[in-house]
């Protein structure tokens, strides 16, 4: 009897925890805030600035998130930061930013990141990006 009764409760901690999992692959459920707040506030910070509570822990310190348009002359850098989420870019070396690319993979809508060639890109990353557009100081 205790074996069913733990049998079952042990059923619904693996459906709660299961829950409780970032929505992964499914896309809708995400914006790119959502995604902000869940991937990259422990580092960067709730508001992008680099203050993020695992900063402190880091050897090389997160960026401000903020000021990716002014450092670039005022244009928003969109395809350098999408590559940079994604992991193709490495940044400064050795870089404590983990590449997002799995857990972003979503589907794809084509988008033209300033070379005029229209690319397959992640829905999650564009929403993410666009998001990061929206914290430019
Ligand atoms: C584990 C900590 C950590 C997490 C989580 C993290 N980053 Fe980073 N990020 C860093 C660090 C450290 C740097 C600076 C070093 C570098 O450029 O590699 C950085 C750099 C960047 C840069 C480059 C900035 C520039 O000036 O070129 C971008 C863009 C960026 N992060 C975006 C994000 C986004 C978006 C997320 C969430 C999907 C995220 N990061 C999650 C630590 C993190």
């Known amino acids: 009897m205790r074996l069913v009764v733990s049998f079952g409760l042990g059923v619904v901690a693996v459906a709660g ?7 992964g ?11 902000f707040a869940d991937l990259c506030a422990p580092c960067h910070g709730p508001a992008g600035v680099g203050d993020g ?8 310190k997160p960026a401000d998130l903020t000021g990716l348009a002014a450092r670039n002359g005022g244009e928003f850098p ?12 490495e940044g400064a070396v050795p870089s404590m930013m983990p590449q997002f ?3 972003l993979d979503s589907p794809t ?14 829905e999650r990353l564009i929403d993410l990006a666009d998001y ?6």
């Open 25 to 35: 692959q499914k896309g809708p459920q995400t914006t790119g805030a959502s995604d």
């Open 17 to 23: 925890l299961v829950a409780c999992l970032p929505p």
């Open 101 to 103: 690319g799995p857990l």
């Open 109 to 122: 809508v084509l988008v033209d990141v300033g070379d005029g060639i229209q690319t397959p890109t992640p």
């Open 78 to 89: 969109l395809a350098r930061v999408m590559s940079k989420i994604w992991g193709y870019s």
């Open 132 to 137: 990061l557009k929206t914290i430019q100081g």
């Open 53 to 60: 509570p695992m900063a402190a822990d880091l050897e090389i």
